[in-house]
């Protein structure tokens, strides 16, 4: 086949996949996006406008900074302000408000709160700075779970004793169990099983859990979406990875076993769902001194949303952003009063952004 003629086959397979998910015409289904970049993505390429009244996209609780509870946002704080300590941060956290402050606040108030873009950088720097006390703010899926294991071990080796990390990684199937009965089906967050595999989406078929696992381009998405409408419509429980050049059944062992060595299971609070047991993860004992709640020995703290946000409904899928009453009001992108207008994989900030 010449490169023409498999462009020319290409373009008619994704032609066919949109003309399948826009003229379906089977019993209405819902299907729940378990990945904030999934959710931008939908809304910025259109996805959303072409389909038909019968599919409702829903957007679920994969947006890592979405699902970080305030009392997070309070400990971290508390880390800044009474112990002193240098905060390493992705971006976003440092905007997402807490019960009283933000971490932005206490930066301008004087506390030392630094961006960084990997879980490495924030050991390079307490490396460089052997007076500070520094934590790394550790939030996220499986998916960065590694780097953060990596990082401590790599402080350990140098002996880097004034890195801890903060931990506050999820792990997805806990939030499939109780998302469930939300959704006729999830589109899986491909990066997710990119590292943990598909087992858990076909043992969820068995059970009756249907999904598909998608990529993130206008055609994967679109493939994706028409694939699972058009099994939804043959009534039985299904499980399709649309997203074969990525995601492997066995997903990535080395990862997956660097974390099960250094990381155990312990219940994790989720904003808007509550504790889900056995969804977090931990350093496990032998890490322990690399712990910032050990280290700094952390009382139990309590957090209080604002109480005009929604964001735990929009996280369940059981209201749209727009449906708060502070939506473009008071809570917008510049000044956001809930985790899901700051974070860039927010729905609120993607209904903001791209209209809902
Ligand atoms: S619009 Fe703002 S306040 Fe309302 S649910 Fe979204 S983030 Fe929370």
């Keep these: 086949m010449t490169a023409a003629e498999g462009k020319e086959k290409r373009d008619a397979g994704r032609r066919s996949a949109l003309e399948i998910l826009k003229n379906y015409s089977g019993p209405d289904v819902r299907i729940m996006e378990v990945c904030g970049t999934h959710t931008h993505e939908i809304f910025r390429l259109g996805i959303r406008k072409i389909l038909p009244p019968s599919v409702k996209m829903i957007s679920g609780p994969g947006c890592p900074v979405c699902v970080t509870p305030v009392n997070y946002i309070d400990e971290?704080?508390?880390?800044?302000?009474?112990?002193?300590?240098?905060?390493?941060?992705?971006?976003?956290?440092?905007?997402?408000?807490?019960?009283?402050?933000?971490?932005?606040?206490?930066?301008?108030?004087?506390?030392?709160?630094?961006?960084?873009?990997?879980?490495?950088?924030?050991?390079?720097?307490?490396?460089?700075?052997?007076?500070?006390?520094?934590?790394?703010?550790?939030?996220?899926?499986?998916?960065?779970?590694?780097?953060?294991?990596?990082?401590?071990?790599?402080?350990?080796?140098?002996?880097?004793?004034?890195?801890?990390?903060?931990?506050?990684?999820?792990?997805?199937?806990?939030?499939?169990?109780?998302?469930?009965?939300?959704?006729?089906?999830?589109?899986?967050?491909?990066?997710?099983?990119?590292?943990?595999?598909?087992?858990i989406c076909e043992q969820l078929a068995e059970r009756g859990v249907s999904g598909i696992c998608a990529g993130f381009t206008a055609p994967e998405l679109v493939t994706a979406l028409a694939v699972g409408v058009t099994r939804f419509e043959r009534g039985e429980p299904f499980f399709v990875n649309c997203y074969p050049r990525v995601v492997k059944a066995e997903g990535q062992p080395a990862a997956v076993r660097l974390v099960a060595e250094m990381m155990e299971p312990c219940d994790s609070e989720w904003r808007g769902i509550g504790e889900i047991p056995l969804s977090g993860m931990k350093l496990r004992e032998k890490y322990a001194s690399y712990d910032a709640r050990v280290r700094f020995s952390l009382p139990k703290v309590t957090g209080r949303v604002n109480p005009a946000c929604r964001c735990g409904e929009v996280l369940q899928g059981k209201c749209l952003p727009s449906d708060c009453p502070v939506f473009g009001k008071g809570c917008t992108p510049e000044h956001p009063v809930g985790a899901c207008m700051v974070s860039g994989e927010g729905a609120c900030s993607a209904f903001y952004l791209y209209g809902g």
Excluded: W
């Design 76 to 199: 971290a704080l508390m880390l800044a302000g009474e112990h002193g300590c240098t905060i390493c941060t992705f971006g976003d956290l440092v905007r997402v408000p807490g019960t009283s402050s933000s971490l932005q606040k206490q930066r301008g108030a004087g506390a030392k709160v630094k961006v960084v873009y990997a879980p490495s950088d924030a050991v390079e720097y307490a490396a460089a700075h052997p007076g500070e006390q520094v934590v790394f703010l550790s939030v996220g899926f499986e998916t960065t779970t590694p780097s953060v294991c990596l990082a401590v071990k790599d402080a350990m080796e140098r002996g880097v004793e004034n890195f801890s990390v903060l931990t506050a990684n999820k792990t997805m199937p806990g939030a499939y169990e109780a998302m469930k009965d939300s959704t006729d089906l999830f589109l899986y967050p491909g990066h997710v099983h990119a590292i943990i595999g598909t087992g």
